[in-house]
């Protein structure tokens, strides 16, 4: 870890705690990543139709409660969000190996779990980047975000490969205890973080208000020179991206005609490029400014697309554009994530930061399913190779929107 994240962990005790409590929940969430979907596979005999529904089932509570969740994050004491989130996905992933000893877990228990864990994941990361900058000074906030998605690199590096030594030994549905016993360990870590009292108002809470506090935030998002651009364009980028991500494996699979090995290998470049990339975002935030930041950070996730459609020729020559596709793929996202969650942080008032937060993944994430369903629809009408492209041209529009907006010339963090 670099010096300046590690100074923010240790004269910030507070902040260290959340910090730990989400480096054990990333490990345990990235085991469940793979044994959810091999209890469904493997035990369960899941059909592909199946397989999608269980899918679309973890992603779906952002389009659904997205807003509704920033009004909540914003009403209630987030410290306590966290610990109740933690918590219940602790209890609702201990199912699954319970069932699982017993004989009787069935598809639509994992329906129901990864939809309920979804939501509560939601609710939990919106609280968790809207309590930051209560544990935070101003200041630190780049290198606290740069600490905060090094956790996650980390563990969607490294945690896929405890995931499949832990099924391989254990089972898929045993294989998830483990991440129920991380939820736990998380809650704890939350449970001591003291806080400064909350000064947040919680009157008017009917339905009414419910519906102007959500036009508040996202009125508090797109009222903002800054904050709007921002979100058109991740919002673009994250629907191209999804273009892509759902047709890599088999891109690489089916028209390179790489091995299994291959393409894990391919994988693996992927979790380094987003390892590198958290070390390096704090610094080169702080170098380029918060703007120019988030443009060539995206701008260079757009390449990824490009490198693996180039892919042509001997096997060595393939696998280094695939390789050098995956490490830009991995790479980018950290270097324009850390600039745009500092903004908003630093831009919007702790009364509303939930509401913000809550718009902002509303955008991005609902905006991935789409993506998914229109790259299978490219990759079937205009093939893979072609596909991947459409999808890096789109990542390129995103980049177009931000240059024409005031992101170009950012250079500090507006006071």
């Known amino acids: 870890m670099p010096l300046s994240q590690w100074l923010v962990l240790r004269r910030h005790p507070e902040f260290f705690k959340l910090w730990s409590g989400q480096a054990i929940s990333s490990f345990g969430s990235a085991i469940t990543t793979v044994a959810l979907p091999l209890a469904a596979v493997v035990v369960l005999h899941a059909s592909p139709v199946q397989m999608g529904v269980l899918l679309a089932s973890t992603t779906l509570p952002h389009l659904l409660f997205g807003l509704v969740a920033g009004v909540g994050v914003d009403r209630l004491p987030r410290k306590s969000i966290l610990v109740g989130t933690d918590v219940g996905r602790c209890l609702l992933l201990a199912t699954i190996p319970i069932l699982g000893v017993l004989g009787e877990l069935r598809i639509e228990q994992l329906y129901a779990v990864a939809f309920l864990t979804g939501t509560m994941t939601l609710f939990f990361e919106t609280a968790s980047m809207s309590l930051l900058p209560?544990?935070?000074?101003?200041?630190?906030?780049?290198?606290?975000?740069?600490?905060?998605?090094?956790?996650?690199?980390?563990?969607?590096?490294?945690?896929?490969?405890?995931?499949?030594?832990?099924?391989?030994?254990?089972?898929?549905?045993?294989?998830?205890?483990?991440?129920?016993?991380s939820f736990l360990l998380s809650a704890v870590c939350s449970f001591v973080i003291e806080l400064q009292p909350a000064s947040r108002s919680a009157t008017g809470r009917g339905r009414v208000r419910l519906w102007a506090e959500i036009v508040e935030g996202l009125r508090v998002v797109f009222a903002d020179r800054v904050l709007s651009p921002i979100a058109v364009s991740a919002a673009i980028g994250a629907m191209a991206g999804a273009i892509q991500g759902a047709l890599v494996v088999l891109y690489l699979a089916r028209d390179l005609h790489l091995s299994p090995a291959f393409v894990g290998l391919a994988v693996a470049a992927s979790g380094v490029g987003s390892v590198v990339g958290a070390l390096l975002a704090p610094p080169y935030s702080v170098r380029l400014g918060p703007g120019p930041a988030y443009i060539t950070g995206q701008m260079l996730a757009s390449l990824a697309g490009l490198f693996l459609a180039a892919a042509r020729g001997p096997l060595t020559v393939v696998m280094l554009f695939v390789?050098?596709?995956?490490?830009?793929?991995?790479?980018?996202?950290?270097?324009?994530?850390?600039?745009?969650?500092?903004?908003?942080?630093?831009?919007?008032?702790?009364?509303?930061?939930?509401?913000?937060?809550?718009?902002?993944?509303?955008?991005?994430?609902?905006?991935?399913?789409l993506g998914s369903l229109l790259g299978g629809v490219l990759g079937a009408t205009?093939?893979?190779?072609?596909?991947?492209?459409?999808?890096?041209?789109?990542?390129?529009?995103?980049?177009?929107?931000?240059?024409?907006?005031?992101?170009?010339?950012l250079r500090q963090i507006p006071a």
């Open 134 to 181: 209560a544990l935070v000074d101003r200041d630190n906030l780049i290198h606290a975000n740069g600490a905060m998605i090094l956790n996650t690199s980390v563990a969607s590096t490294a945690g896929p490969a405890l995931a499949g030594g832990l099924v391989q030994v254990l089972t898929a549905p045993l294989a998830i205890a483990f991440d129920a016993a």
């Open 323 to 369: 390789v050098v596709g995956r490490l830009v793929a991995g790479l980018g996202p950290p270097l324009y994530a850390v600039p745009q969650r500092t903004l908003r942080q630093a831009l919007v008032p702790d009364q509303l930061l939930g509401r913000a937060n809550a718009t902002w993944r509303f955008l991005v994430f609902g905006a991935q399913p």
């Open 382 to 409: 205009v093939g893979l190779r072609a596909a991947l492209v459409l999808g890096s041209v789109g990542i390129l529009f995103a980049v177009a929107w931000a240059i024409r907006s005031p992101l170009r010339s």
